[in-house]
């Protein structure tokens, strides 16, 4: 590498939206954001910033403090947590580079470029603020120039750092069947770190987290949302420093010896998306939203309705029949269904989940004519048909496991710990990729009429060393990514849904590879409010799987009518699973409803701006809303009773003040009621939205478990 001399560098950068902007000082040694918040405007410059943010020496503290830079370094004298953590023979766990370059074409997109000549190291960091979504995305790319192989030991993302009014933080966490719970701590002086090492995105530890000063809530005060795009490991680290300094840094977390560059090689850090809201939780959401619709989502993906799925896993399980399969065919496709997806148990020796995975070929003793049948039913009712994979696995009861154990991650002398019943494949290994490229290729080929697969994974990675003895995690998130982009190349069209046992691998990393997530596998409604709600943060209605569940929730027991399981799964990429062979009269008349119902507003759903309505403990609010406020749909779900006589106003937030509203209830179509309600008066009045908004309408008295979808139109 041979030493340059450094361009003529701006003092600073800035980046601008619709409603923020992001200055990057580049006076200093290394790039540090010096704002990033509310769109300022042309009167308030750079240098006013620096002037506001003198700082004086403190006593028995250093003269001028290390910045939190876009990858604060070991060689800067940073005691907080380095961004960039390296190693190897020498001194380059020192690191520490002066910016030479910065490339700027336009006013929301920049790379910076920073030397460290004497270990011959390059940093790039690379931050583009979009336009319409306010959302940042950025990332950090690290070079190796010098003939010594240098570790990676960590990389995050660019570290951004935080107002000192900022003090709370909210996380995201859960476990298997109850994901997207948050969890809302003050900050204190030192750093809040959570790290995962599931081999996933994860049940328990989402990477995302949400910064915000203490009176913010849904619709008003001032919030930073922050998700890592990657579904591997990875670490969140949270800190308030002794000087009254914040910031937050994430990144993917690499474990001991899993990386390391050979001269000329490079490795760039997973995506961390970023944005800002100065009118609260909903107006964040949306934020991300809007990006996820315009950046991830491909043009073709939003053009098609979702599609009403009918998932086969919570009807039959494992107890597969041709005539039985096609009889739930039948009956679903009256009831309004666009999608069958034929769920695990199809594939060889398959009859639970103790033998079969890697033998990815139809069971000939289930299927004797293959899946010709069913396929051809199914498709002749008018609905597509789906497949379940869960390529990442083996079984070691399987042709696959008994041919190459070798191809299952593992470490030398050290028994794996049993997991349901299986091991996960090393995708590290090009004879894995190719086999399995193979037998989905082939299973898709010889059945056209397949569309869709729901791409599972049901276990952590616990062992994960590949054929070389070295942590894979890294190498096996990317791999997973491209054999699933391969599959989509080769067969134009097929859907792919990332699940792995419900919602642990949700994340922008794998959403840019598929088509939509499963949310969770628990289909308890009441669940599944907290679950949805929280989802939302970062993740629009439209690529969230929500199912109707059976009456009698297999995994928590509880029992909730057909109109609240209803109810809640509408507001999602709507579907069912529950076996339609049980039921009732009332329950088939209710799914033709609100199916029809689901049809007729799924574009508002699936494309409005989300409103979540701040919560009392009683009941799980919110709205979608037009673009233009003319129209909009709005839920109420009651959980448990009200501690008063009457329950709340509800306050129809997001509405348009100088507009008016027609009202109309469109769920459920009949609701019984202890006393005449104001359900019985308001239906098609005209309010006006001042008073929908500031006033809010009473609510009626209702059992607990109880859902009510509110239509409101522009008249």
């Known amino acids: 590498m041979t030493p340059s001399k450094a361009q003529n560098l701006p003092s600073s950068v800035q980046l601008n939206s619709r409603h923020a902007s992001v200055i990057i000082n580049c006076q200093n040694k290394t ?182 000063e203490a ?55 997973p995506t961390l998306y970023c944005s800002f809201s100065n009118q609260g939780f909903s107006r964040l959401s949306n934020n991300f939203h809007s990006f996820v619709r315009s950046n991830i989502l491909s043009p073709q993906q939003q053009a098609k309705p979702r599609p009403v799925h009918y998932n086969t896993w919570e009807g039959i399980y494992f107890d597969h029949d041709v005539d039985t399969l096609k009889n739930l065919a039948d009956r679903v496709a009256k009831l309004g269904v666009e999608r069958f997806v034929l769920d695990d148990g199809w594939f060889k020796g398959r009859r639970g989940d103790y033998a079969g995975l890697g033998d990815w070929f139809v069971d000939e003793t289930i299927y004797p004519d293959g899946l010709s049948p069913i396929i051809d039913h199914v498709t002749g009712l008018g609905m597509e048909f789906g497949i379940w994979f869960e390529p990442e696995m083996v079984n070691p009861d399987s042709d696959l496991y008994r041919a190459h154990p070798e191809w299952a991650l593992q470490t030398e002398g050290n028994e794996q710990l049993a997991f349901r019943n299986q091991l996960v494949l090393d995708l590290t290994r090009q004879e894995v990729i190719d086999y399995l490229f193979k037998c989905i290729d082939d299973i898709l080929k010889l059945y056209p009429s397949i569309s869709y697969i729901k791409w599972d994974m049901n276990r952590d ?34 859907e792919i849904e990332s699940c792995s046992s419900g919602g642990a691998r949700i994340d922008y990393g794998v959403l840019a590879h598929t088509d939509r997530v499963w949310t969770s596998d628990s289909n308890d409604a009441l669940d599944r409010l907290s679950i949805q709600r929280g989802c939302s943060f970062f993740f629009p209605s439209e690529v969230m799987g929500a199912h109707v569940g059976p009456r009698d929730c297999h995994i928590t027991g509880r029992h909730i009518s057909i109109e609240m399981r209803s109810g809640v ?147």
């Open 31 to 212: 790039p540090a954001i010096a704002y990033f918040g509310k769109k300022l405007a042309s009167s308030s410059s750079f240098d006013m910033i620096q002037l506001l943010q003198t700082r004086q020496e403190a006593k028995c503290a250093v003269v001028v403090e290390a910045p939190i830079s876009l990858s604060p370094c070991m060689g800067e004298g940073f005691t907080g947590g380095p961004g960039v953590e390296l190693s190897n023979n020498k001194d380059a766990w020192s690191f520490g580079v002066t910016l030479h370059k910065v490339t700027q074409n336009n006013e929301h997109e920049v790379i910076f470029e920073s030397i460290d000549e004497h270990r011959q190291i390059t940093l790039k960091h690379h931050l583009k603020l979009d336009e319409q979504s306010n959302v940042l995305s950025a990332s950090t790319q690290i070079i190796n120039h010098a003939d010594e192989k240098l570790n990676i030991d960590y990389c995050a993302a660019p570290t951004i750092p935080m107002p000192d009014h900022i003090t709370k933080l909210m996380s995201f966490e859960g476990r298997w069947s109850n994901e997207f719970h948050r969890n809302t701590i003050d900050l204190f002086l030192g750093a809040v770190l959570r790290e995962n090492r599931k081999g996933k995105t994860s049940h328990d530890n989402f990477p995302g987290a949400v910064l915000h």
């Open 215 to 269: 009176t913010a809530n849904e619709a008003q005060g001032e919030c930073y949302g922050f998700h890592l795009g990657f579904s591997g490991n990875h670490r969140t680290r949270v800190e308030l420093l002794p000087e009254q300094r914040t910031y937050i840094q994430m990144g993917e977390l690499l474990m001991p010896s899993e990386l390391s560059l050979e001269q000329g090689e490079s490795y760039q850090s």
């Open 461 to 494: 990675i616990n062992h994960a060393g590949d054929a070389k003895g070295k942590p894979a995690v890294s190498k096996q998130t990317q791999a997973l990514y491209k054999l699933i982009d391969d599959l989509k190349a080769a067969n134009p069209g097929v």
């Open 569 to 715: 799964s509408f507001f999602g990429h709507f579907g069912l699973e529950m076996d339609p062979r049980e039921l009732s009269e009332h329950e088939v008349d209710a799914l033709q409803q609100v199916i029809a119902l689901h049809k007729k507003h799924r574009e508002l759903i699936h494309s409005g701006d989300l409103v979540r309505l701040d919560t009392d403990g009683n009941s799980i609010d919110f709205g979608i809303i037009t673009k233009d406020k003319s129209h909009a749909l709005y839920a109420y779900n009651s959980i448990t009773e009200t501690k008063r006589t009457m329950p709340k106003k509800y306050r129809f937030t997001g509405l348009d003040e100088q507009k008016a509203y027609r009202f109309n209830l469109i769920w459920p179509t009949h609701l019984k009621e202890y006393s005449e309600s104001i359900l019985s008066k308001i239906e098609g009045e005209v309010i006006s939205g001042e008073l929908l908004v500031n006033m809010g309408m009473q609510l009626p008295i209702t059992f607990p478990q109880t859902t009510l979808i509110f239509e409101l139109s522009e008249a």
